[in-house]
Protein backbone atom coordinates (compact mmCIF):
# COMPACT_ATOMS: atom_id res chain seq x y z
CA UNK A 1 0.00 0.00 0.00
CA UNK A 2 1.29 3.30 -0.99
CA UNK A 3 1.17 5.51 2.55
CA UNK A 4 1.07 8.84 0.70
CA UNK A 5 -2.41 7.92 -0.81
CA UNK A 6 -3.92 7.90 2.77
CA UNK A 7 -5.82 10.45 4.56
CA UNK A 8 -5.45 11.06 8.20
CA UNK A 9 -8.31 12.37 10.21
CA UNK A 10 -8.75 12.65 13.64
CA UNK A 11 -11.05 13.43 16.25
CA UNK A 12 -11.88 14.06 20.10
CA UNK A 13 -14.56 14.54 22.62
CA UNK A 14 -14.49 15.78 26.51
CA UNK A 15 -17.31 15.52 28.49
CA UNK A 16 -18.35 14.77 32.22
CA UNK A 17 -17.91 10.79 31.47
CA UNK A 18 -14.96 10.80 29.43
CA UNK A 19 -12.32 12.36 27.11
CA UNK A 20 -12.42 10.14 23.95
CA UNK A 21 -9.66 10.23 20.70
CA UNK A 22 -10.15 8.78 17.81
CA UNK A 23 -7.64 8.11 14.49
CA UNK A 24 -8.97 7.11 10.91
CA UNK A 25 -7.30 6.75 7.87
CA UNK A 26 -9.13 6.87 4.61
CA UNK A 27 -7.98 5.38 1.21
CA UNK A 28 -9.58 6.56 -1.77
CA UNK A 29 -13.32 7.24 0.38
CA UNK A 30 -12.65 4.61 1.81
CA UNK A 31 -12.25 4.16 6.01
CA UNK A 32 -9.57 1.25 6.16
CA UNK A 33 -8.49 1.72 9.91
CA UNK A 34 -9.76 3.63 12.90
CA UNK A 35 -8.93 3.50 16.28
CA UNK A 36 -10.43 4.62 19.27
CA UNK A 37 -9.56 5.00 23.17
CA UNK A 38 -11.42 6.40 25.61
CA UNK A 39 -10.40 7.64 29.07
CA UNK A 40 -13.31 7.31 31.57
CA UNK A 41 -13.69 9.56 34.20
CA UNK A 42 -17.00 8.43 36.16
CA UNK A 43 -16.52 5.31 38.69
CA UNK A 44 -19.14 3.06 39.79
CA UNK A 45 -19.72 4.66 42.99
CA UNK A 46 -22.04 2.57 45.90
CA UNK A 47 -22.86 4.13 48.87
CA UNK A 48 -22.40 2.09 52.25
CA UNK A 49 -25.25 3.25 54.78
CA UNK A 50 -26.29 1.86 58.33
CA UNK A 51 -29.77 2.04 59.70
CA UNK A 52 -30.31 3.56 62.88
CA UNK A 53 -32.67 1.48 65.08
CA UNK B 1 -14.92 10.32 72.51
CA UNK B 2 -18.16 9.34 71.04
CA UNK B 3 -19.70 6.36 69.00
CA UNK B 4 -20.84 7.27 65.34
CA UNK B 5 -22.84 5.15 63.69
CA UNK B 6 -21.32 3.98 60.51
CA UNK B 7 -20.12 1.14 58.02
CA UNK B 8 -16.59 0.53 58.50
CA UNK B 9 -13.79 1.45 55.59
CA UNK B 10 -12.45 -1.95 56.58
CA UNK B 11 -15.72 -3.82 55.61
CA UNK B 12 -16.03 -1.67 52.36
CA UNK B 13 -12.71 -3.10 51.97
CA UNK B 14 -13.61 -6.60 52.82
CA UNK B 15 -16.72 -6.25 50.45
CA UNK B 16 -14.16 -6.30 47.34
CA UNK B 17 -12.15 -9.12 49.27
CA UNK B 18 -15.11 -11.39 49.69
CA UNK B 19 -14.05 -11.48 52.98
CA UNK B 20 -17.73 -11.64 54.36
CA UNK B 21 -20.28 -14.31 54.08
CA UNK B 22 -24.24 -13.59 55.83
CA UNK B 23 -25.43 -16.24 54.30
CA UNK B 24 -24.86 -20.07 53.27
CA UNK B 25 -26.67 -20.09 50.28
CA UNK B 26 -24.55 -19.82 46.88
CA UNK B 27 -21.12 -18.74 48.49
CA UNK B 28 -18.86 -18.63 46.14
CA UNK B 29 -15.34 -20.66 46.85
CA UNK B 30 -13.09 -18.41 48.31
CA UNK B 31 -10.94 -20.62 50.88
CA UNK B 32 -8.14 -20.95 47.96
CA UNK B 33 -5.86 -17.50 47.98
CA UNK B 34 -5.71 -16.94 44.34
CA UNK B 35 -8.17 -13.99 42.76
CA UNK B 36 -10.80 -14.40 40.33
CA UNK B 37 -10.71 -13.76 36.32
CA UNK B 38 -12.36 -10.53 35.40
CA UNK B 39 -13.06 -9.80 31.94
CA UNK B 40 -14.54 -6.97 30.39
CA UNK B 41 -17.26 -7.18 27.47
CA UNK B 42 -18.66 -4.68 24.80
CA UNK B 43 -22.50 -4.03 24.23
CA UNK B 44 -23.71 -2.40 21.00
CA UNK B 45 -25.83 0.19 21.49
CA UNK B 46 -29.49 -1.40 21.51
CA UNK B 47 -28.26 -3.62 24.36
CA UNK B 48 -29.96 -3.15 27.84
CA UNK B 49 -26.80 -3.46 30.33
CA UNK B 50 -27.63 -1.71 33.48
CA UNK B 51 -27.94 -1.65 37.25
CA UNK B 52 -30.03 -5.15 36.81
CA UNK B 53 -27.88 -6.68 34.68
CA UNK B 54 -26.80 -10.00 36.63
CA UNK B 55 -24.04 -11.76 34.32
CA UNK B 56 -22.48 -11.43 31.57
CA UNK B 57 -24.51 -12.32 28.12
CA UNK B 58 -23.55 -12.90 24.62
CA UNK B 59 -27.05 -10.80 23.54
CA UNK B 60 -26.11 -8.02 22.05
CA UNK B 61 -22.36 -8.03 22.84
CA UNK B 62 -20.30 -6.96 19.58
CA UNK B 63 -18.87 -9.09 17.01
CA UNK B 64 -15.98 -8.56 15.06
CA UNK B 65 -13.05 -9.55 13.17
CA UNK B 66 -10.76 -9.87 16.22
CA UNK B 67 -13.08 -9.91 19.08
CA UNK B 68 -13.65 -13.05 21.08
CA UNK B 69 -16.78 -13.52 22.55
CA UNK B 70 -17.11 -12.60 26.42
CA UNK B 71 -14.52 -9.55 26.01
CA UNK B 72 -10.57 -9.62 27.47
CA UNK B 73 -8.83 -10.11 30.71
CA UNK B 74 -9.37 -7.07 33.08
CA UNK B 75 -5.99 -6.75 35.24
CA UNK B 76 -6.39 -5.93 38.78
CA UNK B 77 -2.84 -5.52 40.28
CA UNK B 78 -3.15 -3.50 42.77
CA UNK B 79 -5.01 -4.71 46.11
CA UNK B 80 -8.64 -3.00 47.05
CA UNK B 81 -7.65 -0.05 49.29
CA UNK B 82 -9.31 2.60 51.06
CA UNK B 83 -8.49 6.58 51.65
CA UNK B 84 -10.84 8.27 54.46
CA UNK B 85 -13.95 6.17 54.49
CA UNK B 86 -14.25 5.62 50.72
CA UNK B 87 -12.77 2.04 49.57
CA UNK B 88 -12.05 1.86 45.95
CA UNK B 89 -10.33 -0.43 43.31
CA UNK B 90 -8.81 0.01 39.69
CA UNK B 91 -7.67 -2.28 37.14
CA UNK B 92 -4.06 -1.93 36.70
CA UNK B 93 -3.75 -1.71 33.20
CA UNK B 94 -5.76 -0.44 30.51
CA UNK B 95 -8.04 -2.35 28.98
CA UNK B 96 -7.28 -3.23 25.63
CA UNK B 97 -8.97 -5.16 22.32
CA UNK B 98 -6.18 -4.85 19.77
CA UNK B 99 -6.67 -5.11 15.78
CA UNK B 100 -10.49 -5.68 16.10
CA UNK B 101 -13.43 -4.56 13.34
CA UNK B 102 -16.52 -3.59 15.54
CA UNK B 103 -19.03 -2.17 12.48
CA UNK B 104 -22.12 -2.06 14.77
CA UNK B 105 -22.04 0.84 16.98
CA UNK B 106 -21.26 -0.51 20.78
CA UNK B 107 -21.27 2.17 24.02
CA UNK B 108 -20.92 0.12 26.98
CA UNK B 109 -18.54 -2.07 29.10
CA UNK B 110 -19.40 -4.85 31.40
CA UNK B 111 -17.17 -5.63 34.39
CA UNK B 112 -17.92 -9.45 35.24
CA UNK B 113 -16.22 -12.63 37.07
CA UNK B 114 -15.95 -15.29 34.52
CA UNK B 115 -14.86 -17.35 37.66
CA UNK B 116 -18.29 -17.14 39.72
CA UNK B 117 -20.23 -17.86 36.75
CA UNK B 118 -20.09 -14.63 35.15
CA UNK B 119 -21.58 -13.02 37.73
CA UNK B 120 -21.82 -9.13 36.87
CA UNK B 121 -19.77 -6.17 38.53
CA UNK B 122 -20.46 -3.26 36.68
CA UNK B 123 -21.55 -1.76 33.72
CA UNK B 124 -19.54 1.54 32.30
CA UNK B 125 -20.90 3.53 29.20
CA UNK B 126 -19.06 5.76 26.62
CA UNK B 127 -19.97 7.79 23.58
CA UNK B 128 -21.47 5.19 20.56
CA UNK B 129 -17.77 4.05 19.00
CA UNK B 130 -17.03 1.87 15.93
CA UNK B 131 -13.32 0.75 15.13
CA UNK B 132 -12.13 -0.63 11.81
CA UNK B 133 -9.02 -2.72 12.13
CA UNK B 134 -7.60 -0.76 14.70
CA UNK B 135 -7.39 -0.69 18.18
CA UNK B 136 -10.19 0.21 21.19
CA UNK B 137 -8.58 0.75 24.30
CA UNK B 138 -10.45 1.78 27.76
CA UNK B 139 -8.05 3.75 30.05
CA UNK B 140 -8.43 3.83 33.52
CA UNK B 141 -8.55 6.70 36.11
CA UNK B 142 -6.50 7.30 38.86
CA UNK B 143 -7.16 5.15 41.49
CA UNK B 144 -7.91 6.28 44.40
CA UNK B 145 -11.13 7.58 46.63
CA UNK B 146 -12.04 10.14 44.04
CA UNK B 147 -12.22 8.62 40.57
CA UNK B 148 -11.16 4.67 41.03
CA UNK B 149 -13.16 2.71 38.74
CA UNK B 150 -15.08 0.96 41.43
CA UNK B 151 -15.51 2.50 44.63
CA UNK B 152 -18.10 1.92 48.03
CA UNK B 153 -18.23 5.49 49.56
Known amino acids: MDESLLEKREGSL ?39 F | MANTQAM ?14 FNATGIPAHTVS ?5 KAALYITTATMNASTT ?33 FLT ?10 TLSTSFDAMLLYNSTQSNKAVAVYTFTAQTVAAGTFSLTMPTNDATTGLLRIA
Request: charged share 15%; net charge negative; aromatic share 10%.
Open chain 2, 8 to 21: TTSFKVDLFNAVHA
Open chain 2, 91 to 100: PSASITYTTV
Open chain 2, 55 to 87: AYSATNEVSGTGYTAGGVTVTFGTAPSSSGTTS
Open chain 1, 14 to 52: DNDNETTTWVEYWLEGELVHRSVHVQLKRAVVSFGETAE
Open chain 2, 34 to 38: TADTF
